[in-house]
């Protein structure tokens, strides 16, 4: 176990069970986490205008697109994001917001790389309602699942 100054189970180790604590010092799944979680977001606005093209990274879980106008801190066009390739990240785990309420005017498109598929018969996902979301999850293999919209 690792101790933090107030916590004496802040990272726990059950070896004979393959459990993992964060907090927690009797895990009941492969990891338990007795707290809050955080994901990393990235939030693509007028202050870090990509223009019309992103490319997803590795390390990212949540995107946060505004595309309104300028002078309401977005990037005032439509977009096209791009996943990192399928095979190189089994189960990860993305999710593709519009967070201003704008992707019926600018929509914001979800795109494979490379032969990788959406669903396993297309290449992209079209965010095009107010406020819509999608969340997608690599096979492992060259397929983008989406598993929650």
């Not at 180790?13 to 393959?18: F, K, L, M, T, Y």
């Not at 990860?92 to 795109?111: L, P, Q, R, W």
Request: overall charge negative; aromatic content about 2%; some cysteine.
């Amino acid at each position: 176990r690792v101790e933090s100054n107030s916590n004496t189970h802040m990272l726990f180790v059950d070896g004979s069970a393959n459990k993992v604590g964060i907090n927690h010092d009797a895990p009941a799944s492969t990891l338990t986490v007795g707290g809050s979680l955080a994901l990393r977001v990235t939030v693509l606005n007028a202050a870090n205008d990509p223009g019309t093209t992103y490319t997803i990274t590795d390390t990212e879980c949540v995107i946060l697109v505004n595309t309104r106008p300028t002078n309401e801190g977005g990037i005032n066009s439509a977009i096209t994001l791009t996943l990192p390739d399928a095979s190189d990240n089994p189960g990860m785990v993305v999710t593709v917001k519009d967070s201003a309420g704008y992707s019926n005017v600018n929509n914001i498109t979800v795109s494979s790389a490379g032969s990788d598929t959406v669903e396993g018969v297309g290449s992209t996902i079209v965010l095009n309602n107010i406020a819509q979301k999608t969340t997608l999850i690599s096979d492992g293999t060259s397929v983008w699942s989406e598993i929650g919209s």
